[in-house]
Structure formats: structure tokens, C-alpha cells
């Protein structure tokens, strides 16, 4: 027989069932259920835990769980001490003889233990005795009570092991029957495409949940086996078959088909409607390269852009996955994404002229497809270089042609894009013409973003996306709330009767603002409505942006100013976020029409010095109060003649902190011209305690400041 947790992996791989389903089902760890596939014994709680996971394991993939227990027992369980006495068998009589070294090797026992042993024995027959007899004679007051003794104590032991056993029983009995009637309730469902051609495939289970979101399936790649009380299953076309509970059975032919699927029947629902088929929406993966970014030496710039891309053509990303720069990791990560049933595959990096940039060939491999110089290319990469060569004059030119001679070797049949820089793009559809497409770009963003403009314009990438829908999504932002008001949102939108199960909702925290961000197709517009409207009336006060807009684009259009609102400048002065936030307000272009300046005062001396900051207040509050910060948002509209004025002082840490002042302590306060005057125009002061770390304290602070600067030119007032 098979090694045991081969059997498992196998019989999980032949079915296409990822190992979280199988725990979702079973309720067991995936770590317990690695170790099982894996024979890691040791890391598993002990034997009895490993034979009833391993018997729950083989159920829920159809094994015969008595022969992998009987294995495991033979193979990796310790006998017991019961399991290695001799039973009885018969000693030969020259056993004595020809056996001295065992008997030699026989422990005896001690003359004294012996003695003590026939004592004990002879005190136990006595009592014995004495028992009979009061029991015959029908015993006098002691007899009695010696006999009540015996006959009530002796049996309780064994009536509460028997007790305790049957009711243990009953429970185990009871766990199955309720396992064997969840399992009862349940369709195991399988799709098998037969050809010929691909077939397009929409899956739901019960409660809305998408197993299948609407993929291509070539012949002889089935689907994984999914579990459901209920199945509503849309088919592009009837080339395949459904493997339900086992059994293989044929769909009918010719349009596009929909069938509700429970244990008991199966019920054609009549052809898909356009409806149905646009939820079938093409899907793609992608696959950022470079161990750089693996190990977070540099962060991903190119999967989060490429991802919004893909969303602007209505194409539904699946994955995101980093590997290193190792070819066999690049392979497996396409492998991967091409069993998971993407249509289109993006790449980013390694397209360089080093030995280590090695996707283009990695890339030519998957799809079946030999290398092949493309002289006409290598010329075109070559004159890029002329500049190159120019201004270092000195350098070997036989090495940078061979080295930039690799960049023009390229699969066969592949659609070339331009290079930016010296590496080509690439557009790889698969050989066989069965699987997805590969876009091979470079890594470095500002080649990269150029050349996607190209790549979706040739024909290879629009037939890959041939089957987009349109995706839409808004984002709501709030500030001033904890993440798990939000959660509680979401629950009382639903017990509203808002379709959430349409929509794909996820939330975040990000720079100190919730970040809700909801997916969906033009039919759950109505359902994204109710939600947003659940939103607004339980968070007027903290929902700031229900169109994305951010709190620093909101700040730039206030102080640019409207027909109702005149133009503003600003100022700040700023001691713990040391510049952050006038950064922060010069990111955005076109803020010279606002932004006036920055003052950076650190030290006491600064504050004094360039804000203009009383060093009596400084001695009497200390630097970090919300009366130094007053005076720094007055210090900076001052010095530098603004209508806005910002100052921030506190602790970001890691020292510095005290009991009335912790790590964390920041003041705030923006101020409009001459607000400390009689005839001021208006303060917002605020003391916070930020979480996190340095980086987060800064961070936060500048969120913070710019929302009491929005909140003030809204009007709001201390």
C-alpha cells in the first residue's frame, strides 16, 4: 500500500480541493492536516488525536478509513506494554537448558518482598473466610456490617467505569449520526469539461457564497470538489459533465445552461441570460518578481497599479503573488495561477540584461514556446544605448552587446512591446492554445506604466480579457471611528435587508482613516445604494468622503476656494513631524497656489527663534501643550503672512514620554489670521495620544491636522 500521507494528498490533489476547505469541512487545523499529508507524527497533539483526524481526513475524501488506520497502527504506533506480552505459549522443555543466558538475565525477587507477599496473601484469604462465614450464618451485628461493607464498596468502581463507557459510546455514536445526517444534506459537485473547446463556468453555493466567479475550463482541466447544501450553476455551454456525489452525469447541449443542483435532483433552469453570462467575468494573477521585493527591501509599486488597471477593463484580479528571482519559484507561481483558472497572467521584472533576469525565458517554457533572437529588436535596443555609450565613453561595448543581446532573445510567437528603457514587454499566449495568456513587463514603474498603455492594445491581451464585465468601485472614508464600527455596520445593513452577499466589502485602516472599499457588477448598483446609505445615517458626523476623495484633496479644494469661498494660503510650523506635513500638502500638484511655506522648529530655540513662541510660556507648560501649539499656528501665519497657520508639537518616541505625557502625545491647532486677536477668526486646538510607533505617531499626526484644518474652513469652530 502507498505511504499514508501520500494517499491523502493525492486522493485531495485528483479532487482539486484546497486544503481550507477540507479544515472548514472538518473543523481540523490545516497545520493537523499538513502533518498527516506530510507523516509528521511528532507534530500532531498524540496517537489518539492522530487516529481520529486521520479517520475524519480519509471520510471527508472518500478513503477507506479503516485501511489508513490499520496502516498508520502498523507502521507508526507504539504497541502497547498489554500488545508485547507472550500469550501463553508452551516452553519446550530444553528451553531451560539452552536458555541459561535468560536465566541468568530473570530478575528474582527478594527473600524479605517474598515473605511479605505470602502474608499479605494469607491476611486477604482470612478475610475472606470471616466473610463466608458471617454471609452463612446470616451474621451477628459485625458480621453484618463487615459484609455490607464488602459487597458496597467492592462493585462501585466497575459500575462507574461500565457507566462512564456507555455514555462515552453514546456520545461518539451520536457525533457520527450527526456528521452521517450534515453529510446527508450535502452535494459534493464536481464540473468536467469534455470538449470540445473550452467552456465558461459560474458557480454559488448556499447563501450567495461564489466558488466558480465565472471562469474558462479547458478539457481535461476539471474543477475542484466543492461542497454545498445548494448549487446554482451557469454554463456557457454543455461541454461537460457533472460529477455529483461520485456519479458522472451529461448536461444538455447547445446554448448557455443554468441548473439548481440540491442532493435530491437537478433542475434545468432554462438558457443563461446576458445577466447570468456577465458574471462570468475574465479573470487575472499576477506575479511580481525579484527578491528585492520579497524580502521587502523595496516596496511593490507595480502589483497595486496594475491591479487598478485590470479593474478600469472590468477584468476581475484573483491573485497577487511575490516570488523571488529564482526560476523554478517564477514557474511554480504560474503553474499555480493557471490551475486556479485565470485568463491572463502579468508579470513585472526581471527582463534585465543580468544573468538573474530570467522571466522572459521561465515564461517561454510555461507556454510551450523555444527562444529566438530577434535581430531587428536587438538593433532598436542598441541605438537606446547610444546615449549610454556616449557619456561613458570607456566602457567594454562587446560586453554591454552580449549583455543587452539576451534582452532581444525572445519566445517565438510572442507579441514584442517597444522597450521604454532597454527591456522589451511582452504578450505570450500559450502554444496549445489552451490556458492563459502571459504579459511580461519590466519591473521599473516608469517603464512599466508606459507600456501597459501598449499592451492592451494589441490583439494577444484583448482576446485574453475577452470575457470582462464592468466592475465597479467606491470608496467611503471616515475618520474618527474604530474599525469594528464599521463591522457593526455591516451587520445592521444586513438584518436590514441590504444584499451584501452582492457586493464585495472590505475595510481598512490607513493612516488613521477607515478605508471601506466596495467591489461590484452594474446589477448590485441598488444594493450598493442601501449600503451607502446605511453608512451615511449611522456615521454623518465621521463619514468625510463618499466618492474617494481624500481628506488632502478636500483640504487643497477648500483652500483654492469657490464661488461662495474665497482663496486661502497656509503655513506650519511643526516640531515633532519635523516637515511632514508641509510635504504632505505640496504632494498634490498645483499646491504653490496655497502653500506658502514651512517652518521646522525642533528645538525650543527654533520655536522661539523662527515661530516667535514665548520661551516663559515654554518654561511655565512645556514645549509639548496645546498652548505652545496655539502659538505655532499663530507663529506661522505671522512669519510667513498666511490666512491658515498649523502648528504641531509632541512625543513620537521611542523615549521621551512621562505619566502626564506619554510617547504618543501630540497638540494641534490650526488657527486663521490673527485668531488670538479680539476679532480673531477662528481656532481648532486639540491634545490626541496616537498609537503605534514613531513612524505611526508622524504618520497620524499630519491625518489629524489636516482634518481640523478641513473642519475650520468648513467653519467649524473650538
Request: glycine share 10%.
Amino acid at each position: 500500500m502507498p505511504e499514508i500521507g501520500a494517499t491523502l494528498r493525492e486522493a485531495r490533489t485528483r479532487a482539486r480541493i484546497d486544503i481550507s476547505e477540507i479544515e472548514s469541512e472538518t473543523k481540523i487545523r490545516a497545520k493537523y492536516l499538513r502533518a498527516l499529508e506530510n507523516e509528521e507524527w511528532a507534530l500532531l497533539p498524540g496517537p489518539a488525536y492522530v487516529r481520529s483526524f486521520l479517520r475524519t481526513y480519509a471520510e471527508a475524501l472518500d478513503l477507506d478509513a479503516k485501511l489508513l488506520l490499520e496502516e498508520y497502527k502498523l507502521r507508526h504506533e507504539r504497541p502497547s506494554d498489554h500488545d508485547l506480552m507472550p500469550i501463553g505459549a508452551p516452553r519446550r522443555r530444553g528451553a531451560r537448558a539452552a536458555g541459561g543466558r535468560q536465566r541468568t538475565a530473570r530478575r528474582r525477587l527478594p527473600p524479605g518482598v517474598i515473605a511479605v507477599l505470602v502474608v499479605v496473601i494469607a491476611l486477604l484469604a482470612a478475610l475472606y473466610a470471616l466473610g463466608k462465614m458471617g454471609g452463612n450464618n446470616g451474621g451477628g451485628p459485625s458480621g453484618g456490617a463487615a459484609q455490607t461493607d464488602t459487597t458496597t464498596t467492592t462493585p462501585v468502581p466497575q459500575r462507574t467505569t461500565s457507566t462512564t463507557s456507555a455514555a462515552a459510546t453514546a456520545q461518539r455514536r451520536a457525533r457520527r449520526q450527526q456528521r452521517a445526517a450534515a453529510a446527508a444534506k450535502l452535494v459534493r459537485l464536481q464540473v468536467v469539461p469534455t470538449g470540445p473547446g473550452p467552456v465558461f463556468v459560474c458557480l454559488q453555493a448556499a447563501g450567495g457564497q461564489m466558488r466558480i466567479p465565472g471562469v474558462s475550463l479547458q478539457p481535461g482541466a476539471s474543477s475542484g470538489t466543492y461542497r454545498s447544501s445548494k448549487f446554482v450553476l451557469r454554463l456557457g455551454n454543455g461541454n461537460v459533465r457533472l460529477r455529483i456525489n461520485g456519479k458522472l452525469r451529461s448536461v444538455g447541449s447547445g446554448s448557455p445552461l443554468a441548473y439548481t443542483i440540491t442532493r435530491k435532483a437537478v433542475v434545468a433552469r432554462g438558457p443563461v441570460v446576458d445577466s447570468d453570462l456577465r458574471e462570468m467575468s475574465a479573470r487575472a494573477g499576477i506575479v511580481v518578481t525579484g527578491t528585492e521585493v520579497l524580502t521587502g527591501r523595496v516596496a511593490d509599486r507595480n502589483g497595486p497599479w496594475i491591479a487598478d488597471r485590470l479593474r478600469e477593463l472590468g477584468v476581475d484580479l484573483a491573485h497577487i503573488v511575490i516570488v523571488g528571482d529564482r526560476p523554478s519559484d517564477v514557474r511554480d507561481a504560474l503553474r499555480w495561477l493557471a490551475a486556479a483558472g485565470v485568463d491572463l497572467i502579468v508579470t513585472s521584472g526581471g527582463l534585465g540584461p543580468t544573468e538573474d533576469d530570467l522571466t522572459a525565458a521561465v515564461v517561454a517554457e510555461f507556454q510551450g514556446r523555444p527562444m529566438a533572437l530577434d535581430e531587428a529588436l536587438e538593433g532598436r535596443i542598441w541605438a537606446r544605448l547610444e546615449g549610454l555609450r556616449a557619456r561613458w565613453p570607456d566602457l567594454d561595448e562587446g560586453a554591454i552587446r552580449r549583455s543587452n543581446r539576451k534582452q532581444a532573445v525572445v519566445p517565438d510567437g510572442a507579441t514584442v512591446l517597444e522597450p521604454v528603457g532597454t527591456a522589451p514587454g511582452l504578450v505570450v499566449p500559450p502554444a496549445s492554445g489552451s490556458g492563459p495568456s502571459v504579459l511580461v513587463l519590466p519591473g521599473p514603474p516608469r517603464e512599466l506604466q508606459p507600456m501597459w498603455r501598449a499592451a492592451v492594445q494589441t490583439p494577444a491581451f484583448q482576446e485574453a480579457v475577452a470575457g470582462a464585465t464592468e466592475l465597479r468601485q467606491h470608496m467611503l472614508r471616515l475618520f474618527g471611528i474604530p474599525e469594528s464600527e464599521i463591522a457593526d455596520t455591516l451587520l445592521r445593513a444586513r438584518a436590514a435587508g441590504v444584499d451584501l452577499d452582492a457586493l464585495e466589502i472590505t475595510t481598512c485602516l490607513h493612516r488613521g482613516e477607515i478605508e471601506v472599499v466596495t467591489r461590484y457588477e452594474p446589477a448590485a448598483q441598488e444594493a450598493y445604494d442601501a449600503f451607502a446609505a446605511v453608512v451615511r445615517d449611522r456615521h454623518p458626523r465621521t463619514l468625510f468622503s463618499d466618492d474617494g476623495t481624500s481628506v488632502d484633496e478636500q483640504v487643497a479644494q477648500l483652500l483654492r476656494g469657490d464661488g461662495s469661498r474665497p482663496p486661502s494660503t497656509i503655513a506650519t510650523a511643526e516640531s515633532c513631524t519635523g516637515g511632514l506635513l508641509a510635504a504632505r500638502l505640496t504632494e498634490l500638484a498645483g499646491s504653490s497656489d496655497y502653500v506658502l511655506g514651512g517652518l521646522v522648529v525642533y528645538s525650543n530655540a527654533a520655536k522661539t527663534r523662527l515661530a516667535g513662541v514665548d520661551p516663559a510660556l515654554i518654561e511655565r507648560v512645556g514645549a509639548v501643550s496645546v498652548e505652545v501649539a496655539e502659538a505655532l499656528a499663530d507663529g506661522a501665519t505671522a512669519a510667513l503672512d498666511a490666512d491658515v497657520g498649523v502648528g504641531i508639537t509632541g512625543i513620537a518616541g521611542p523615549g521621551g514620554g512621562t505619566e502626564d505625557k506619554p510617547v504618543g502625545t501630540v497638540c494641534i491647532s490650526v488657527a486663521l489670521r490673527d485668531a488670538a486677536g479680539a476679532d480673531g477668526g477662528g481656532r481648532i486646538t486639540r491634545r490626541v495620544l496616537l498609537p503605534g510607533g514613531r513612524f505611526d505617531v508622524r504618520d497620524r499626526s499630519t491625518t489629524v491636522a489636516l482634518h481640523l484644518v478641513r473642519r475650520l474652513l468648513e467653519g467649524e469652530r473650538d
